[in-house]
C-alpha cells in the first residue's frame, strides 16, 4: 500500500488551547481522507472527513484542512479538552481501499 | 444499530495453536477490512474482502494467515501455529457496498491476540 505519515508522533498541548496535527501522504490518486481518534484500548473512531475536491471541512471542535498540492492534510481541534487525549490516526482512501498514517499521541495537559 | 462486532476481545494462544477472530459487520454493509496494530504503531492493513471475494490480500503474510467472508456468517481471521510476534490488537472495520467515494469504514473494538 502508499505510505502515509505523520510529521509529529507526540504532542502536548494546554487545556483550552488549539491543537493541530499533520499528515502527510504520498498517493496523488487518493480522493478521500479520514481522521480517526483512537483512545487507549478501543478500536479507531471516526472524527472527520474530506473529499479531495474541498479543502477544508468543518465539523464539531474540528477542521480538516486538505492541501493536495503537497499532498498535505491537517486536523485542528478547537479548545482542546482532557477527553481529546488519544492517538489521532490519518487515512487516505480510493474507492473502498484505506492506508492509515502512524498516529500522532495527542495529551492535553490540565 | 450494532456497530461492528470482533469477539473474542482478548485471545491467549501459547505458540503453534491456531487463532480465530471473528468480526460481523454493522448492519447494511457488505465490506469488511482487517488491520493490525503492534503497540505503539499504526494499523496495518491486512486484507479487503466482500461476501465470498478476496478483494485485495497484499497485507497479508504469505504464510499461515487467511481470512473468509462468507456468504452467512461473520468474516473470520485465522492465524495457524501463532509465534509471539503475532501478538498484537487485530481490528476489523466495514463500509457499506459500493465503489462511491465517500464510503467511510467504521471500526470495530479489536481483539487483543497475545501469544505466549
Known amino acids: 500500500g502508499e505510505s502515509v505519515g505523520l510529521h509529529l508522533p507526540t504532542l502536548s498541548v494546554q487545556e483550552g488551547d488549539n491543537s493541530i496535527i499533520n499528515c502527510a501522504y504520498s498517493n496523488s490518486a487518493s480522493d478521500y481522507f479520514i481522521w480517526y481518534k483512537q483512545e487507549s484500548g478501543k478500536g479507531p473512531q471516526f472524527i472527520i472527513d474530506?473529499?479531495?475536491?474541498?479543502d477544508k471541512r468543518q465539523g464539531q471542535r474540528v477542521t480538516v484542512l486538505l492541501n493536495k498540492t503537497v499532498k498535505h492534510l491537517s486536523l485542528q481541534i478547537a479548545a482542546t479538552q482532557p477527553g481529546d487525549s488519544a492517538v489521532y490516526f490519518c487515512a487516505e482512501g480510493t474507492g473502498n481501499q484505506f492506508y492509515f498514517g502512524t498516529g500522532t499521541s495527542l495529551t492535553v495537559i490540565p | 444499530n450494532a456497530g461492528v462486532m470482533q469477539n473474542p476481545r482478548h485471545l491467549v494462544r501459547r505458540r503453534g495453536q491456531e487463532a480465530r477472530l471473528r468480526c460481523s459487520p454493522m448492519?447494511?454493509?457488505?465490506?469488511v477490512y482487517w488491520y493490525r496494530q503492534l503497540p505503539e504503531e499504526g494499523l496495518k492493513f491486512m486484507v479487503y474482502l466482500q461476501k465470498e471475494n478476496i478483494i485485495d490480500e497484499s497485507g497479508m503474510p504469505k504464510e499461515r494467515f487467511s481470512a473468509e467472508f462468507p456468504k452467512e456468517g461473520p468474516s473470520i481471521l485465522r492465524i495457524q501455529q501463532v509465534v509471539r510476534g503475532d501478538s498484537a490488537a487485530y481490528f476489523c472495520a466495514s463500509s457499506p457496498p459500493g465503489q462511491t467515494t465517500g464510503n467511510t469504514i467504521y471500526f470495530g473494538e479489536g481483539s487483543w491476540l497475545t501469544v505466549v
Open positions: 448492519k447494511g454493509h457488505s465490506h
Open positions: 474530506i473529499r479531495s475536491n474541498m
